[in-house]
């Protein structure tokens, strides 16, 4: 029986509604400070994050034009509309912070900055940096 309801399941086609966008503002700019692109660091790694034409408010506080960060460490961007994982590879800056200190293991890492609305859905236009590559010593 049981097998049955789980086979049923699996075949059922549904969907989870996307979520609605906060706009952003058109000339926002997300960067990364430091590290620089093509950088050899060591560990702690510290990652300071730069939002130009934007502000910084912590997650669960709605103020237009604003969000908080998210660092993407070895992954894709995520669905831009719905809310960004917390996981190993999407970490969360919920509390407002604009720098962070990550352990990350030896070797080559990409990072990327995605700004997320209170919710911590990606704003309509996504608010991104571009991707950076750097070495873990």
Do not use: W
Request: one cysteine or more; aromatic letters at 6%; glycine letters at 8%.
């Amino acid at each position: 029986m049981y097998r049955l309801l789980i086979l049923l399941l699996a075949l059922c086609p549904f969907s989870v509604p996307a979520q609605e966008r906060t706009p952003a503002s058109g000339n926002a700019e997300l960067y990364f400070i430091s590290p620089a692109d093509g950088a050899t660091v060591s560990n702690p790694v510290t990652v300071r994050f730069g939002l130009k034409n934007m502000g910084v408010a912590p997650a669960g506080i709605k103020y237009d034009n604003s969000g908080h960060h998210h660092l993407l460490v070895d992954t894709e961007l995520p669905a831009l509309d719905f809310p960004i994982i917390n996981d190993g590879n999407h970490l969360h800056f919920g509390g407002g912070q604009t720098e962070a200190t990550v352990e990350l293991p030896p070797g080559e890492h990409t990072l990327q900055l995605l700004l997320g609305d209170f919710a911590h859905i990606p704003h309509d236009p996504a608010v991104m940096s571009e991707r950076i590559t750097i070495t873990v010593e």
